[in-house]
């Protein structure tokens, strides 16, 4: 039994000191190319020193590379910016309770979890194989086929484990020459919903996406504070506001007043303007105080995550809508570089 004990230990330092490393590796390599991509001019000694100070304070060594990222895109220099390396393996899994990840955040669930919020009219669900309508009645081969006869465009997207719009695609049932053909490539586990229709203010941003606030939200005790919003919106043509998919982000204050410089997440490049030439320091987000209502109610639903990234909508009745919430590999580059150094209250938290 000794043995075996020992046998375990080693094994999982083994594993501990490997995905340890593979993190490290995998985010050095991502941050040399955001370098390259951005073009981001080296940090001065004073600065690296201040940063490297900084972080003895919780005995961890950081790549000075992230914040040379960050302050070269904003122009503002702090040494407490975090790095993703450590937020993804000492921070984030500290906060959020990954048991429970899967479940909390499958987007067909969410009218269960959050059943006070609007969320986009949902057309067809399914969970595990099952087909099942918005009342959450299990529907036939020929119910399924009968309430896709609605001759508009539509929403599909997987449901677990998605990101970064992954496989989110827009089309028309009725222009589906083999339907279920469509629907079976997703296996499984996939939602289809109507396109939200969204505020004149959302819709100048990009006409074909559909644009969104995210939210990043701590749960402190037992209050929520919001640790910073970006606004994102998708390049023209594309229906997503992801910057993956070469979307633009800007932050924005709680009064909803847009910065005056926006960023490509991908690249760290700066823009002052969107695609239609609207300068975003003349854009204001509406119904900010509603907003804010909802990410409050929102969060204290699901407290086995301190921390969220909210997806926020805002459709043409002027009505708040949830697209979805992120705890797990939550991005937060298009924080910093857009608002600055929001997550450094969280440092203290790190082991």
């Known amino acids: 039994m000794v043995f075996i004990s020992i046998i375990i230990s080693v094994s999982l330092r083994i594993y501990n000191y490997s995905s340890n490393w593979a993190s490290k590796y995998k985010h050095s390599k991502k941050i040399k190319k955001l370098i390259k991509l951005s073009n981001a001019e080296k940090l001065n000694s004073k600065q690296i020193k201040e940063i490297k100070r900084f972080y003895e304070n919780y005995n961890l060594n950081v790549d000075v590379k992230w914040h040379q990222y960050y302050y070269r895109g904003n122009g503002k220099f702090s040494a407490s910016y975090i790095n993703e390396d450590i937020f993804y393996r000492k921070l ?36 595990n194989g099952f087909y099942i309508n918005d009342h959450n009645e299990f529907l036939s081969k020929a119910e399924v086929e009968d309430s896709l006869k609605i001759n508009k465009f539509l929403i599909i997207k997987p ?16 222009e589906k020459h083999n339907l279920w053909e469509y629907l079976e490539s997703y296996n499984k586990n996939f939602i289809i919903q109507r396109i939200v229709e969204q505020h004149p203010v959302m819709a100048g941003l990009n006409k074909t996406s559909l644009n969104t606030l995210r939210i990043m939200s ?31 982000s800007c932050g924005v204050n709680l009064e909803g007043n847009l910065n005056a410089v926006g960023f490509q997440n991908i690249t760290g490049h700066r823009f002052e303007s969107n695609n239609n030439n609207i300068h975003f320091s003349t854009i204001k987000i509406p119904f900010m105080d509603k907003v804010l209502a909802l990410i409050n109610n929102l969060h204290m639903r699901v407290p086995y995550f301190k921390l969220i990234s909210w997806d926020i909508a805002i459709d043409k009745n002027e009505n708040i809508v949830l697209v979805e919430y992120n705890v797990k590999g939550q991005d937060i580059n298009l924080h910093q570089l857009n608002n600055g150094p929001v997550l450094n209250r969280l440092i203290s938290l790190i082991d």
Do not use: C, H, W, Y
Not at 159 to 174: A, E
């Open 92 to 127: 984030e899994k500290k906060l959020n309770d990954f048991k429970f990840v899967e479940a909390l955040t499958d987007k067909n669930l969410l009218s269960f979890i959050f059943p006070f919020a609007n969320q986009p009219n949902t057309v067809l669900k399914n969970i």
């Open 159 to 174: 449901t677990i484990d998605t990101g970064g719009g992954k496989n989110v695609k827009i089309f028309n049932p009725t």
């Open 218 to 248: 701590f749960l402190n005790g037992s209050s929520v504070e919001v640790l910073s919003i970006v606004v994102r919106m998708g390049k023209e043509g594309s229906f997503t506001d992801n910057s993956t998919t070469g979307g633009l």
